[in-house]
T-cell receptor, first 115, second 110 residues
Framework: DVKVTQSSRYLVKRTGEKVFLECVQD?????MFWYRQDPGLGLRLIYF???????EKGDIPEGYSVSREKKERFSLILESASTNQTSMYLC??????????????FGSGTQLSVL | EDKVVQSPLSLVVHEGDTVTLNCSYE??????LLWYKQEKKAPTFLFML????IEKKSGRLSSILDKKELFSILNITATQTGDSAIYLC??????????FGPGTRLSVLP
């Protein structure tokens, strides 16, 4: 069974802390994504990566950075957490080529609260 | 700017009712439209639509795409409480990215 695993289900952090959200996929997918989900706004893309060490900004990259040192792992970093970054963070991956590879597979999400 | 709009944003029905969820889109390069169901955690895949007029069906759920009018509908017949979820519509725009709508929150009451 395919799997995208996010390291934490719930996180509580203080304003100004550095926060790491980890995501690992076991499907050998090239593409990995970080979204945040807020009520009424849907999923908004923060960053994505289509290969190791490659990254592209999404729609709302400000205040975030990412790291993709290995194909299976994509990390989201909040350099200095702020209260407006309280949100549900979803990691996803997809492959390339062929209809079955073009679907997004999601992790279970990390609910981050910044106090 | 690529955009996906869903309506209604929320819906409350009773078990046994039939619902229709709407998704319209404006994207520069369309490859496919996807529907996901999100309960308490990860969105789970429902359908991928690439061609107009071909209905995809899975049990009580069905979906169809109109590429001329740029919309899709998701139908759920004989709803059950287990259908309560957020239904997400997303468009693959060939940009190695998926553009999501805001979702429709469906609540099915017993």
């Amino acid at each position: 069974d395919v799997k995208v695993t996010q390291s934490s289900r719930y996180l509580v952090k203080r304003t100004g802390e550095k926060v790491f959200l980890e995501c690992v996929q076991d499907m050998d997918h090239e593409n990995m994504f970080w979204y945040r989900q807020d009520p009424g706004l849907g999923l908004r893309l923060i960053y994505f990566s289509y290969d190791v060490k490659m990254k592209e900004k999404g729609d709302i990259p400000e205040g975030y950075s990412v790291s993709r040192e290995k194909k299976e792992r994509f990390s989201l970093i909040l350099e200095s957490a702020s209260t407006n970054q309280t949100s549900m963070y979803l990691c996803a991956s997809s492959g390339q080529g062929g209809p079955t590879n073009e679907k997004l597979f999601f992790g279970s999400g990390t609910q981050l609260s910044v106090l | 700017e690529d955009k996906v709009v869903q309506s209604p944003l929320s819906l409350v029905v009773h078990e046994g009712d039939t619902v229709t969820l709407n998704c319209s889109y404006e994207v520069t390069n369309f490859r496919s439209l996807l529907w996901y169901k999100q309960e308490k955690k990860a969105p789970t895949f429902l359908f991928m639509l690439t061609s107009s007029g071909i209905e995809k069906k899975s049990g009580r759920l069905s979906s169809i795409l109109d590429k001329k009018e740029l919309f899709s509908i998701l139908n759920i017949t004989a709803t059950q409480t287990g259908d309560s979820a957020i239904y997400l519509c997303a468009v693959d725009n060939y940009g190695q990215n998926f553009v999501f709508g805001p979702g429709t929150r469906l609540s099915v009451l017993p």
